[in-house]
């Protein structure tokens, strides 16, 4: 049983570019979330889809956008890109009304904006 | 809003010590959930355990344990007899929702454990 996949796992782009990065949940998930996570720190929420829509966002400008499609899987745009982007990007999946183990991490992407 | 501090950054120890994570939490509401989570090299953040507010019962699991104390809104983690294996980054996390799969997670800054052969 696979559980959540990230695309890419690295990537390198130029101050002011825009950039997406992938999620699919782990099977049975229909919540996706995702969190920045500079080095050092813990992860920092961006926001949550759930249905197709953003259900929850977190401190984040709107250069950080999203999507969720009807399969459960989800996109995370970055427009306009800083410096201060380069992070993991992680992104979790869950069961939005269900018991079970807890929120579902994918190994992320790495972002590094030169 | 909820918080979670994690006051220790970085913890040597000797394999075969055991190692304490301190977890302190705020939180206005009465229904929540805590969560330890282990972040190897490779970034993915492996879940640990989840306690919900009204659970106050301390878990063992092999040679973790935790021990959760509402009156000093703590979540403390235990690794008993560390291994090589175990080095990594700890977080805490609190959840405040109460359904926990629909809300977002407040994470600490982590703890960085380093165990020593």
């Known amino acids: 049983d696979a559980g959540v996949t990230q695309s890419p796992t690295h990537l390198i782009k130029t101050r002011g570019q825009q950039v997406t990065l992938r999620c699919s949940p782990k099977?049975?998930?229909?919540?996706v979330s995702w969190y920045q996570q500079a080095l050092g720190q813990g992860p920092q929420f961006i926001f949550q889809?759930?249905?197709?829509?953003?259900?929850q966002r977190g401190n984040f400008p709107d250069r950080f956008s999203g999507h969720q499609f009807p399969n459960y899987s989800s996109e995370l745009n970055v427009n306009a890109l800083l410096l201060g982007d380069s992070a993991l990007y992680l992104c979790?999946?869950?069961?939005?009304?269900?018991?079970?183990?807890?929120?579902?991490f994918g190994s992320g992407t790495r972002l590094t904006v030169v | 809003a909820q918080k979670v501090t994690q006051a220790q950054t970085e913890i040597s120890v000797v394999e075969k010590e055991d190692v304490t994570l301190d977890c302190v939490y705020e939180?206005?509401?009465?229904?929540?959930?805590l969560f330890w989570y282990k972040q190897p090299p490779s970034g993915e953040l492996v879940f640990l355990i989840r306690?919900?507010?009204?659970?106050?019962q301390n878990e063992i699991s092999g040679r973790y344990s935790w021990n959760f104390q509402k009156s000093t809104s703590s979540f403390n983690f235990t690794i008993t007899a560390s291994q090589v294996v175990d080095s990594a980054v700890y977080f805490c996390?609190?959840?405040?929702?109460?359904?926990?799969?629909?809300?977002?997670?407040?994470f600490g800054k982590g703890n960085q454990v380093v165990v020593i052969p």
């Open positions: 306690r919900n507010s009204f659970d106050e």
């Open positions: 939180t206005r509401d009465t229904t929540y959930y």
């Open positions: 979790a999946s869950s069961f939005r009304d269900g018991e079970g183990e807890g929120y579902t």
């Open positions: 889809y759930y249905e197709e829509e953003e259900r």
């Open positions: 099977s049975g998930h229909d919540t």
């Open positions: 996390a609190l959840s405040e929702s109460p359904s926990w799969g629909n809300n977002r997670l407040a």
